[in-house]
């Protein structure tokens, strides 16, 4: 098992920064990748970005240029780095675990990213 607990989110104005973090515990010797999705109200839940265990990294079009993913091995953390926040970037943003063989998820509580404009 893998518990992951995020924390960095809140209010910010429109053009303003804001910085993710994301801990993991647990088994994660198996995981092969982490990331963040996020979810609008009346949204589906969408992947935000996500970097894995060679440190290769994938963005949301929506996002690329603004926003970056990186991670503290040693402290078995994941950060995600917001710049240029827009409103659309308002939404509940959780953390997410994988490995593959199996395939297993895991989640974050998540955490709520408003921006105002």
């Known amino acids: 098992q893998v518990q992951l607990v995020e924390s960095g989110g809140g209010l910010v104005q429109a053009g303003g920064s804001l910085r993710l973090s994301c801990v993991a515990s647990?088994?994660?010797?198996?995981?092969?990748?982490m990331g963040w999705y996020r979810q609008a109200p009346g949204k589906q839940r969408e992947l935000v970005a996500i970097?894995?265990?060679?440190?290769?990294?994938n963005y949301a079009d929506s996002v690329k240029g603004r926003f970056t993913i990186s991670r503290d091995g040693a402290a078995n953390r994941v950060y995600l780095q917001m710049n240029s926040l827009k409103s659309e970037d308002t939404a509940f943003y959780s953390c997410?675990?994988?490995?593959?063989?199996?395939?297993?998820?895991?989640w974050g509580q998540g955490t709520q990213v408003t921006v105002s404009s």
């Open positions: 647990g088994s994660i010797f198996r995981l092969n990748g």
């Open positions: 997410n675990a994988y490995t593959f063989g199996p395939l297993n998820e895991y």
């Open positions: 970097i894995t265990k060679g440190g290769n990294t």
